[in-house]
């Protein structure tokens, strides 16, 4: 069962949209891209930069968007 402050942060508005790691919940992810046909580019992989997080510097193939609560 989630803590209060879990909860309270879970609900930003401002977290919402927002690429989170799936495991973690960390904010810190980042996109593996990769050139496709010319100059177009896309997103292959996504990678965890919390060291604490067991997916760190590992890909997984999309992360979590928030809680989505901000667009009442």
């Not at 919402?16 to 980042?30: A, E, H, I, R, Y």
């Not at 060291?51 to 992360?63: A, G, T, W």
Request: hydrophobic letters at 25%.
């Amino acid at each position: 069962m989630p803590s209060r402050e879990n909860e309270y942060y879970a609900k930003k508005p401002t977290d919402s949209g927002q690429p989170l790691c799936p495991f973690c919940g960390s904010k810190d992810v980042t996109r593996l891209k990769a050139k496709g046909i010319l100059f177009f580019e896309r997103i292959i992989a996504w990678s965890c930069a919390n060291e604490k997080c067991r997916m760190y510097r590992k890909q997984f193939p999309s992360p979590s968007w928030g809680s989505g609560t901000g667009h009442r």
